[in-house]
Nanobody
């Protein structure tokens, strides 16, 4: 089916920047929306940003103006550039996509394994 592999997490100081990437691979006929969610300890998984196949982005209010989502359709890859990070951004970040593995099959949701982002001095 479809596999998502994330990279780019790590430790950064408050005010710093970090970039995440997520590549989709496997049996893929079409990829629709791609995006990022995050989950902090003891909290639910929330949307960070998502982008349509046509390139239209949507952001959570908490990251508007600081985070930028983009995608490369030729590479089936989505990126998240995070600037002006603060401690509240600390979470596991999960890549997400909706894709159709087969031309005649259904459309399904897929998740990456998650990558830790820690903002701390």
């Amino acid at each position: 089916q479809v596999q998502l592999v994330e990279s780019g997490g790590g430790l950064v100081q408050p005010g710093g920047s970090l970039g995440l990437s997520c590549a989709a691979s496997g049996t893929i006929f079409s990829i629709y929306v791609m995006g990022w969610y995050r989950q902090a300890p003891g909290k639910q998984r929330d949307l960070v940003a998502r982008i349509t196949s046509g390139g239209t982005p949507n952001y959570a209010d908490s990251v508007k103006g600081r985070f930028t989502i983009s995608r490369d359709n030729a590479k089936n890859t989505v990126y998240l550039q995070m600037n002006s990070l603060n401690v509240e951004d600390t979470a596991v970040y999960y890549c997400y996509t909706e894709a159709r593995p087969q031309q005649t099959g259904g459309r399904y949701a897929y998740w990456g394994q998650g990558t830790q982002v820690t903002v701390s001095s």
